[in-house]
């Protein structure tokens, strides 16, 4: 499967952005979807994960209430809302798959990456 982010940009702390990933290829319900996200000089780190059916997400401690995963599985589609930004939360915010039946929290869990999408959020 080949994912494609989009929606990046810049915004003001207290802001919102929604972005958006879409996945190439067949059988896009057979996997579970995550977000994470690398900021500058630092390593990648998990954002959102949800499960195959949408029946379950999961969220770092860090945007807990601030940001939402969800999918459409007919549309081949990943979201994440995130709302009330802040400036730590710039980073490159990548979309990730795997074929699985759980939520996953780790890097080394998916198989499948996008190339990410910027966003930056300015105080």
């Known amino acids: 499967v080949q994912l494609e982010e989009s929606g990046g940009g810049l915004v003001q702390a207290g802001g919102s952005l929604r972005l958006s990933c879409v996945a190439s290829g067949r059988s896009f319900s057979r996997y579970a979807l995550g977000w994470f996200r690398q900021p500058p000089g630092k390593e990648r780190e998990f954002v959102a994960a949800?499960?195959?059916?949408?029946?379950?997400?999961n969220y770092a401690d860090a945007v807990k209430g601030r940001f939402t995963i969800s999918r459409d599985n007919a549309k081949n589609m990943v979201y994440l809302q995130m709302n009330s930004l802040k400036p730590e939360d710039t980073a490159v915010y990548s979309c990730a798959a795997v074929e699985g039946g759980m939520w996953y929290d780790e890097v080394f869990e998916y198989d499948y990456w996008g190339q990410g999408t910027q966003v930056t959020v300015s105080s």
């Open positions: 949800i499960t195959r059916s949408g029946g379950a997400t």
